[in-house]
């Protein structure tokens, strides 16, 4: 099976694919590929602490018999990847097969330098002044003995107070994207990604197995998986819908709480 990309692939001077597609660090990104045919999906053992997610958002068929996929990813490590590593094809044949699909995922914060606690020793104090030097010298060592000992305590205890940095929950991840819908001051770009989070936390929960759109309308009417997604379309398609509560949005977030998100 020959499976070839109906969109300009850019080659660097050396020989490997450029990027075709750009997305920043946890946000979603999309890129269009076409392939002779066949069935294209992400793997299903991807999950939401993976690296890298990918998404089958729209498919259609060409007038020549080519299928266009529209492939949604998210990634959490800046740096080029090849999608293909992150697909699959029902036919179970290689998607090396698949001409590379080079994204970059960017940052848009400085990487952090390492810092080093450096500690430097006190000058060296000559002893062939005579007397006062010998005195001189020895009331530093003096002092200097209780300085270290004091020091290396705050050093451990600062040790033992390194508290492990928090990682959000997937409900945490979903909270500001709730509020802005309950407000009504949601963008279709959010709502696009709210939409993906969604599908990505309930696909191995009921076996989803479906592109964008039709697992949307699968969850939608879910009763457990629907109630976070109808309430949302009712904020944002109801002029008549009341605002909700903090205690009522609280509510709707209870079942993402115990999941951990990518990001």
């Not at 990813?73 to 590593?85: E, H, S, W």
């Not at 000559?126 to 030097?133: P, R």
């Not at 979903?174 to 309950?182: D, F, K, T």
């Not at 309308?217 to 009341?242: I, Q």
Request: charged residues 20%.
């Amino acid at each position: 099976m020959n499976l070839v990309h109906a969109l300009l692939v850019l080659f660097t001077t050396a020989g490997e694919p450029a990027p075709i597609a750009s997305a920043t660090r946890g946000i979603t990104g999309t890129v269009t590929i076409v392939i002779d045919d066949g069935s294209l999906r992400g793997r299903s053992d991807l999950n939401l602490d993976s690296p890298l997610l990918v998404r089958v958002a729209e498919i259609q068929t060409l007038a020549d018999g080519h299928v266009e996929y529209d492939l949604e990813f998210i990634g959490i490590n800046p740096g080029v990847f090849d999608l293909r590593d992150v697909l699959m094809l029902d036919d179970k044949s290689g998607t090396e097969r698949l001409l590379p699909i080079a994204i970059e995922i960017v940052t848009n914060l400085a990487s952090d330098a390492p810092s080093d606690l450096a500690m430097t020793a006190p000058p060296r104090l000559g002893i062939g002044g005579g007397y006062v030097n010998w005195l001189l010298a020895i009331g530093v060592a003096w002092i200097a003995v209780p300085c270290i000992v004091i020091m290396r305590r705050l050093l451990r205890t600062r040790e033992t107070a390194v508290v492990p940095p928090h990682r959000p929950t997937l409900a945490e991840q979903l909270a500001p994207l709730v509020e802005a819908a309950a407000s009504r001051t949601l963008t279709v770009s959010e709502q696009g990604r709210l939409e993906l989070m969604l599908c990505w936390h309930w696909q191995e929960r009921l076996d989803l197995d479906e592109s964008r759109p039709a697992a949307v309308a699968h969850l939608r009417h879910h009763e457990v998986a629907g109630t976070l997604l109808r309430a949302v379309e009712s904020w944002l398609h109801d002029p008549r819908a009341d605002s909700p509560s903090r205690s009522e949005i609280a509510s709707l977030l209870q079942p993402y709480a115990t999941t951990r998100a990518s990001t």
